[in-house]
Nanobody, 115 residues
């Protein structure tokens, strides 16, 4: 079965950096577009960044120039490098993949940015 496991969250001061990781199993990882979503307290889950199977990337306007999404197909892993973090980046970050029209999610990892 498809399994996504996020790691790397934590508490960081404003201006700091974190690197999130998503380990995927149960899929042919290299064939799938992968996504990072974020859910802030009391808000909907929003797309933060996407990387296609071919390595093309796109980002939410709020994180452009600060976050970098990447993937390592040999390790079945996706990453999100987050720099210049702001308090409004606080939330639970989820790894996501669509396979055969089904949407799969990890359990999420909490990121808290203090001002």
């Amino acid at each position: 079965q498809v399994q996504l496991v996020e790691s790397g969250g934590g508490l960081v001061q404003s201006g700091g950096s974190l690197r999130l990781s998503c380990a995927a199993s149960g899929i042919i990882f290299r064939n799938n577009d992968m996504n990072w979503y974020r859910q802030a307290p009391g808000k909907e889950r929003d797309l933060v960044a996407r990387i296609t199977s071919g390595g093309l990337t796109n980002y939410a306007d709020s994180v452009k120039g600060r976050f970098t999404i990447s993937r390592d197909n040999a390790k079945n892993r996706m990453y999100l490098q987050m720099n210049s973090l702001k308090p409004e980046d606080t939330g639970v970050y989820y790894c996501n993949v669509y396979v055969n029209s089904w949407s799969y999610w990890g359990q999420g990892t909490q990121v808290t940015v203090s001002s």
